[in-house]
């Protein structure tokens, strides 16, 4: 096999098994950091082998074969270690009992599982989590991470080094946690996979609009969860959620990479397959909820993302029933983001007015220096034929943004509304 296609085999393995691959070590070896040494272990004799050897016939199993002996091996050396101390008068006692070194490490999905929620522990920072949680249950490189987040790589690499001497240092548990803790732990897990997916469904900062290699991985990474955590309907509802909104990727930006708002996207280029799978998905997640399980705002978003994949066309969406969700959303996930949508959803299914009515109700200052606010204001104004109040808050919007995407279309706004100001001058 030709060298190319045997490192892209490599890498396809490594993306859809690291995960699996890191969780039964850490399982095994109850370290995050020496999973991952094991893991990149297995990966780097992979490299030196398969194009000589070619690959094998079950690469996952290969790989973890590997990873699994190189582990032994180093638990074995720290027995002996441990033994020759127990000699000299040092015994660690015998509530510390060695692992069954000829147990099979098997495939455990709740390793996987176990794994995102011990990298979204509530000692780490939220973008920590984020980080950890690319590299660990994502497989993505420091540097794949890095571009995905404008950071440096050493920036990256250090704070994922100290996200992982964190762990150590609090002694996190591999275990799954339970209870309330286990659902303030989903909370924060899903909270990081949404994060991802933000970043990459809109960037916050730099030259491009989207990075869709981010968005895409928080869909894998929220489908891998609603797997795992097949009773938890939020799960499915994010699931949903990020893939509905990520079907629309292929047409947020035109043939010469400018963003085009939803209402101006082509709607046949969104992705149907992900539309299907989103919908799926918020089914499984409504029928759960028929049997008493409790949704929160994932669900709902998910739920006001359908009506505009169900609309063929703009004027075919049921804005009335996205306002109806929007207000039950700001009573189970207040904050000043569902606010400002939802002055979107009533400026759609009522008038401006309405919408300027539920915006003007938010401190101007609630999203701090974010353009979100300002630019919703002056979709709001041109709307309700404010025009000259339209460009003062379009021009704001974009001198508050990092995004030069962004920064585009809002420059491109006000000029829309300077054009409609002379014309009705």
Request: negative net charge.
């Amino acid at each position: 096999m030709p060298a190319d296609a045997t490192a892209d085999a490599i890498t396809a393995t490594w993306r859809e098994e690291s995960a699996r691959l890191v969780g039964a070590l850490t399982r095994m070896t109850r370290s995050v950091e020496l999973a991952e040494d094991l893991a990149q272990d297995a990966l780097v004799a992979a490299l030196e082998q398969w194009p000589d050897q070619g690959i094998p016939s079950n690469p996952a199993a290969w790989l973890m074969t590997t990873a699994k002996r190189r582990g032994i091996d180093h638990i074995r050396r720290a027995d002996t270690l441990r033994r020759k101390t127990e000699e000299i008068g040092h015994a660690l006692g015998e509530e510390d009992p060695m692992p069954d070194l000829d147990a099979q490490v098997d495939y455990i999905e709740d390793d996987v599982l176990r794994l995102i929620f011990l990298c979204c522990h509530p000692s780490l920072t939220p973008e920590s989590r984020a980080a950890l949680t690319l590299r660990m249950v994502g497989g993505l490189t420091t540097t794949e991470i890095a571009r995905g987040f404008l950071a440096a790589e050493s920036t990256m690499s250090q704070r994922i080094s100290r996200a992982k001497k964190t762990l150590t240092e609090v002694q996190a548990e591999f275990e799954l946690p339970t209870g309330a803790d286990r659902e303030k732990r989903l909370d924060d897990v899903m909270a990081v996979i949404y994060l991802i997916f933000n970043e990459g469904y809109s960037a916050t900062a730099g030259d491009d609009w989207m990075r869709p290699e981010l968005a895409n991985e928080a869909m894998r990474l929220a489908r891998m969860l609603a797997h795992l955590a097949p009773e938890e309907p939020e799960a499915h509802g994010l699931q949903a959620l990020l893939e509905i909104q990520g079907s629309r990727i292929p047409a947020r930006t035109d043939d010469a990479g400018q963003p085009v708002l939803l209402e101006d996207q082509d709607r046949t280029r969104w992705d149907q397959l992900l539309i299907k799978r989103g919908l799926t998905a918020l089914q499984q997640a409504e029928l759960l909820a028929a049997r008493g399980k409790p949704v929160g705002r994932y669900y709902l978003q998910a739920a006001i993302a359908s009506q505009h994949a169900k609309a063929a066309r703009p004027e075919d969406t049921d804005w009335r029933q996205i306002a109806i969700l929007y207000d039950v959303l700001a009573q189970a996930a207040p904050g000043p983001v569902v606010e400002v949508n939802r002055a979107v959803a009533h400026g759609r299914a009522f008038d401006a007015g309405a919408g300027l009515a539920v915006l003007e109700a938010l401190a101007p200052d609630a999203l701090g220096d974010s353009p979100l606010i300002p630019s919703v204001h002056g979709d709001l104004l041109s709307r309700a034929g404010l025009h000259a109040d339209a460009v003062e808050a379009f021009t704001e919007a974009a001198r508050r943004t990092r995004n030069e995407g962004e920064r585009t279309l809002l420059e491109k706004r006000a000029a829309e509304s300077r054009r409609a100001m002379s014309k009705s001058g």
